[in-house]
């Protein structure tokens, strides 16, 4: 049985797989009630519907308000599942649920466990400056993302990803990952390693805070945070006419950046045709795109307006 978002980017291609595979019966796809969208995947271009996927597949599917309803429970109990597959879904399981299925329940999660458990980690992975990524497959246990590894796929990083690029390769690497595990849940042949608790590290749900730009920050760690929040919701800044402008890219550390001197942080300057940003101890940022109109545009494209030759932003 699989759960997840109904307009989940990982949800769709789990469902393929396990509808697909010649050794697994999908029992039913436990999906986000009517209504509600999961906010990773809102503002990309393409959208995908995994209720509408798995009617077309001949798949059953269920919507509850709540997974741990007594009569969401008994519905899933009547399906007799040897294992419930969890893959971006975003209801806690709780017992007696988690104790339905006849085997395990397995969660798919985009990081590398016990390191950045909890919501949003390709976001705060980049945030963090994170030099590495992994998938993590474990067994659910009764707190949050604590289980036993079951597998992990490891995922190379440049250091330049944004929180979108970083989301989309943990997605393909759970897939692979999927399709490496299946035969151990067909033959029932798992191996458990407890994590390592004194290595772990939380992160809840990225706040409206979270997104606000703090130019009394180093540049680079700056820049680190434009790149953590494209697209979904991105990065802002208050412009000096009140506006909340969205900083969709920034360029930090080039070699042809002019000589600037120190100003106060959040002061903004136009040079030379590009766009700057006062940072901590003297370092700029070049401002790259921002979003205007439901767009990604250039900051010197005319129609924004935004700046005077030197202003301090907040």
Same mark, same amino acid.
């Given at each position: 049985?699989?759960?997840? &978002?109904?307009?989940?980017?990982?949800?769709?291609?789990?469902?393929?797989?396990?509808?697909?595979?010649?050794?697994? &019966?999908?029992?039913?796809?436990?999906?986000?009630?009517?209504?509600?969208?999961?906010?990773?995947?809102?503002?990309?271009? &393409? *959208?995908?519907?995994? $209720?509408?996927?798995?009617?077309?597949?001949?798949?059953?599917?269920?919507?509850?308000?709540?997974?741990?309803?007594?009569?969401?429970?008994? $519905?899933?109990?009547?399906?007799?599942?040897?294992?419930?597959?969890?893959?971006?879904?975003?209801?806690?399981?709780?017992?007696?649920?988690?104790?339905?299925?006849?085997?395990?329940?397995?969660?798919?999660?985009?990081?590398?466990?016990?390191?950045?458990?909890?919501? *949003?980690?390709?976001?705060?992975?980049?945030?963090?400056?994170?030099?590495?990524?992994?998938?993590?497959?474990?067994?659910?246990?009764?707190?949050?993302?604590?289980?036993?590894?079951?597998?992990?796929?490891?995922?190379?990083?440049?250091?330049?990803?944004?929180?979108?690029?970083?989301?989309?390769?943990?997605?393909?690497?759970?897939?692979?990952?999927?399709?490496?595990?299946?035969?151990?849940?067909? &033959?029932?042949?798992?191996?458990?390693?407890?994590?390592?608790?004194?290595?772990?590290? @939380? @992160?809840?749900?990225?706040?409206?805070?979270? @997104?606000?730009?703090?130019?009394?920050?180093?540049?680079?760690?700056?820049?680190?945070?434009?790149? $953590? *929040? @494209?697209?979904?919701?991105? $990065?802002?800044?208050?412009?000096?006419?009140?506006?909340?402008?969205?900083?969709?890219?920034?360029?930090?550390?080039?070699?042809?950046?002019?000589?600037?001197?120190?100003?106060?942080?959040?002061?903004?300057?136009?040079?030379?045709?590009?766009?700057?940003?006062?940072?901590?101890?003297?370092?700029?940022?070049?401002?790259?795109?921002?979003?205007?109109?439901?767009?990604?545009?250039?900051?010197?494209?005319?129609?924004?307006?935004?700046?005077?030759?030197?202003?301090?932003?907040?």
């Amino acid at each position: 049985m699989l759960f997840t &978002e109904v307009n989940s980017k990982l949800g769709s291609p789990f469902l393929s797989i396990l509808h697909g595979h010649p050794d697994v &019966e999908l029992a039913a796809v436990v999906t986000s009630p009517p209504g509600k969208l999961c906010s990773y995947f809102t503002d990309d271009e &393409e *959208a995908v519907d995994v $209720a509408d996927q798995a009617r077309a597949l001949g798949v059953r599917v269920l919507r509850p308000r709540s997974v741990n309803d007594p009569d969401a429970v008994a $519905a899933l109990a009547a399906l007799e599942a040897d294992y419930f597959l969890v893959g971006n879904f975003q209801q806690l399981l709780k017992p007696p649920l988690l104790d339905l299925p006849r085997r395990t329940a397995v969660n798919f999660h985009p990081s590398p466990l016990p390191e950045f458990a909890g919501l *949003a980690p390709f976001y705060w992975m980049v945030r963090e400056g994170a030099s590495a990524s992994s998938v993590s497959a474990i067994e659910m246990g009764r707190k949050l993302d604590d289980g036993d590894l079951l597998m992990q796929h490891h995922i190379p990083l440049s250091g330049r990803e944004t929180g979108l690029e970083l989301r989309t390769m943990q997605e393909r690497a759970n897939v692979l990952m999927l399709l490496d595990l299946i035969p151990h849940l067909v &033959e029932d042949t798992l191996e458990r390693t407890p994590q390592d608790v004194s290595r772990r590290s @939380y @992160y809840g749900r990225p706040r409206d805070e979270h @997104y606000r730009l703090d130019f009394s920050l180093p540049a680079a760690v700056v820049e680190r945070h434009v790149r $953590a *929040a @494209y697209r979904s919701p991105g $990065a802002w800044f208050t412009a000096p006419g009140g506006q909340r402008i969205r900083l969709l890219s920034a360029a930090y550390g080039e070699d042809d950046r002019p000589a600037l001197g120190a100003r106060p942080p959040g002061t903004l300057v136009c040079d030379g045709g590009g766009l700057y940003v006062a940072c901590a101890d003297g370092d700029w940022l070049r401002l790259v795109t921002v979003e205007c109109g439901g767009r990604e545009v250039a900051v010197d494209d005319p129609a924004l307006a935004l700046l005077g030759e030197a202003t301090t932003v907040g």
